[in-house]
């Protein structure tokens, strides 16, 4: 299931890899500026983390969540390959 999920979401297939799944209305209520928050933490100090980052941008904080994610993929393109974001369903 890993291996699917990696390869639909176009992650490095790593049977090894800690996946990290949010999926869910981008709002501050399910916390996901917290998320963007630790990402390049939680990717820089774990190299076999993968995120993926799942939903509509429904409040500011989501809009939040999807700059920053953006941010974070072009100052660290070494983050390729590990970190999958879809800002709708």
């Known amino acids: ?8 979401c176009g992650l490095a297939k790593r049977p090894d890899a800690r996946l990290f799944v949010f999926v ?5 209520q399910k916390g ?3 998320i963007a928050d630790v990402a390049h933490e939680l990717l820089s100090e774990f190299a076999n983390t ?3 980052v ?6 500011g904080f989501g ?3 999807k700059i920053k994610m953006g941010q974070l993929l ?4 070494e983050y390729v ?3 999958h974001t879809t800002f709708e369903f």
């Open 32 to 34: 996901v500026d917290i």
């Open 63 to 65: 809009h939040y969540t």
């Open 74 to 77: 072009r100052e660290h393109p």
């Open 50 to 52: 993968q995120l993926i």
């Open 24 to 28: 869910g209305r981008m709002v501050r």
């Open 54 to 59: 799942i939903g509509p941008v429904c409040d």
């Open 1 to 8: 299931a890993k291996a699917r999920i990696q390869e639909r």
């Open 81 to 83: 390959g590990r970190v």
